[in-house]
């Protein structure tokens, strides 16, 4: 099992739909998840963090489900802009902080 | 305030040829990153330096050096480049105060390997 698994997509989904991701991880000790945006071409950036059970920012909600091992990521009201690739990155347990990237899900919003 | 930056942007290497990636930040952080960027996968960890003076191995580290040549800047050096080595190779620099924690990701570098 890979350590942090995403369905690639795409999602392809209407302006104003809900759409949610879900990451699979399999270290269970892994204390800190993180919900990242990469736009084409260009670099990373932190969309959300997630610590305990979950954390909304607007119209973003990140959850976290310990039991199952996964994170998830919920988009309300879905705009253009949100076309991205949304990255899950889980750092590995242990004495260094190794992120460990899922490969991304691809959203397209659509008119 | 130019976060991270990376030089150069674009680079096309014929295979056996050698070159160094550059990377700085102007954020004060203590640990910096490199990772390559494949088509279709995630990124992946090539090395990393947790602390000036320190470097460690990711995931992918063959074919590949660096130098952590004081807080500011992190290179990366391909001593023998290979087409294998082809792809985005990202620069990133870690803040970690309290529960802030966050990677901030340079532009990136897109190398070609002939």
């Known amino acids: 099992r890979k350590e942090v698994e995403q369905d690639p997509g795409p999602f392809n989904v209407p302006e104003g739909a809900t759409v949610a991701f879900n990451c699979t991880y399999s270290?269970?000790?892994?204390?800190?998840f993180f919900w990242y945006r990469q736009d084409c071409r260009k670099e990373p950036k932190l969309l959300m963090s997630?610590?305990?059970s979950g954390n909304e920012d607007g119209r973003f909600t990140a959850q976290l489900n310990r039991a199952s091992q996964y994170i998830s990521l919920l988009i309300r009201d879905s705009k253009l802009s949100d076309s991205a690739t949304y990255l899950c990155?889980?750092?590995?347990?242990?004495?260094?902080?190794?992120?460990?990237f899922g490969r991304g899900t691809s959203l397209i919003v659509h008119p | 305030n130019a976060g991270v930056t990376q030089t150069p942007k674009f680079q096309v290497l014929k295979t056996g040829q050698s070159m160094t990636l550059q990377c700085a930040q102007d954020?004060?952080?203590?640990?910096m990153y490199w990772y390559r960027q494949d088509p279709g996968m995630g990124l992946r960890l090539i090395y990393y330096?947790?602390?000036?003076?320190?470097?460690d191995k990711g995931e992918v580290p063959n074919g590949y050096n660096v130098s952590r040549l004081n807080k500011r800047e992190f290179s990366l050096r391909l001593e023998s480049a290979a087409p294998s080595q082809t792809s985005v190779y990202f620069c990133?620099?870690?803040?970690?105060?309290?529960?802030?924690?966050?990677?901030?990701f340079g532009p990136g570098t897109r190398l070609t390997v002939l």
């Open positions: 330096s947790a602390s000036e003076g320190t470097t």
């Open positions: 990155v889980v750092p590995m347990a242990g004495g260094s902080y190794i992120p460990t």
């Open positions: 997630v610590y305990s």
């Open positions: 270290n269970s000790a892994s204390q800190s």
């Open positions: 954020m004060n952080h203590n640990s």
């Open positions: 990133a620099s870690r803040r970690l105060a309290g529960v802030v924690d966050t990677q901030y």
